[in-house]
């Protein structure tokens, strides 16, 4: 029963995310992959800074901060980049190699998704294969 449940999930991550990268497109998921792994390493920065200002290490502070500005800088940077090739899409030639790219990237998400699932149930012992 777990193994059809995991390829039951595994297929509707499937349909999910490749209908979402044809309806978005391969530029629109690509930023959104960006946002998403900036965000991450935002929320680690923020923790690890409110950890070492609990702890008093001043200097690792520093860092944290000094961090999130360079990673503000760079994201301001690549959306000052990404929004004039957005815009570039809407070209009807481009806009169909946009979508169709956008689907495979988005079966590539929807791989990378269902191995960490795998592996997060491999990790918690729950044996489905």
Same mark, same amino acid.
């Given at each position: 029963?777990?193994?059809?449940?995991?390829?039951?999930?595994?297929?509707?991550?499937?349909?999910?995310?490749?209908?979402?990268?044809?309806?978005?497109?391969?530029?629109?998921?690509?930023?959104?992959?960006?946002?998403?792994?900036?965000?991450? =390493?935002? =929320?680690?920065? =923020?923790?690890?800074?409110?950890?070492?200002? =609990?702890?008093?290490?001043?200097?690792?502070?520093?860092?944290?901060?000094?961090?999130?500005?360079?990673?503000?800088?760079?994201?301001?940077?690549?959306?000052?980049?990404?929004?004039?090739?957005?815009?570039?899409?809407?070209?009807?030639?481009?806009?169909?190699?946009?979508?169709?790219?956008?689907?495979?990237?988005?079966?590539?998400?929807?791989?990378?998704?269902?191995?960490?699932?795998?592996?997060?149930?491999?990790?918690?012992?729950?044996?489905?294969?």
């Amino acid at each position: 029963m777990t193994k059809f449940i995991f390829v039951l999930v595994v297929f509707l991550l499937f349909v999910w995310r490749i209908k979402k990268g044809f309806s978005n497109g391969i530029m629109k998921e690509i930023v959104n992959i960006l946002s998403a792994a900036v965000s991450l =390493v935002c =929320v680690a920065l =923020v923790l690890l800074a409110i950890s070492s200002l =609990v702890a008093k290490a001043l200097s690792t502070l520093v860092v944290c901060v000094f961090g999130l500005i360079l990673l503000g800088i760079i994201f301001k940077i690549c959306g000052l980049i990404f929004r004039p090739i957005l815009s570039i899409s809407n070209v009807s030639v481009i806009g169909g190699l946009n979508k169709i790219l956008g689907a495979v990237l988005g079966a590539g998400e929807a791989c990378a998704l269902a191995y960490l699932l795998y592996r997060l149930l491999d990790y918690m012992n729950i044996y489905v294969l």
